[in-house]
């Protein structure tokens, strides 16, 4: 019963800044890390960041270093993904990806959401 669902994508200028939302809902008893993928035109899904429940710091592949920000709100069960200084190569559908248990006794399970547009262009 678990749902994963992205917010807050949409069209952004180059100099401009979105910062993107995923909620998750339904039974959820602890969710682990919290991960943001992406996928360009034409390519494979890719990896962009990941925030855990540790205090081991943030992860972010090299393309988005710098210029991404990944934070989560766990009191409401939120990912969110600050973009700024977006490039065109930016240009992806957006996914939220958040490993969560349901119960205290269960395994943790990765739950996907649908993805959310994000444009980057003048």
């Known amino acids: 019963q678990v749902k994963i669902m992205e917010s807050k994508g949409g069209l952004v200028r180059p100099g401009g800044s979105l910062r993107l939302a995923c909620v998750a809902s339904?039974?959820?008893?602890?969710?682990?890390?919290m991960r943001w993928y992406r996928q360009c035109p034409g390519r494979e899904r890719e990896w962009v960041a990941t925030i855990s429940d540790i205090d081991s710091g943030p992860l972010y592949a090299e393309s988005v270093k710098g210029r991404f920000t990944i934070a989560r709100r766990n009191v409401a069960n939120i990912l969110d993904l600050q973009i700024d200084s977006p490039k065109p190569e930016d240009t992806a559908v957006y996914y939220c990806?958040?490993?969560?248990?349901?119960?205290?006794?269960?395994?943790?399970?990765?739950?996907w959401g649908q993805g959310i547009q994000v444009t980057v262009s003048p």
């Open positions: 990806v958040m490993t969560i248990r349901q119960t205290a006794t269960s395994t943790y399970s990765d739950y």
């Open positions: 339904g039974v959820i008893q602890a969710i682990s890390t």
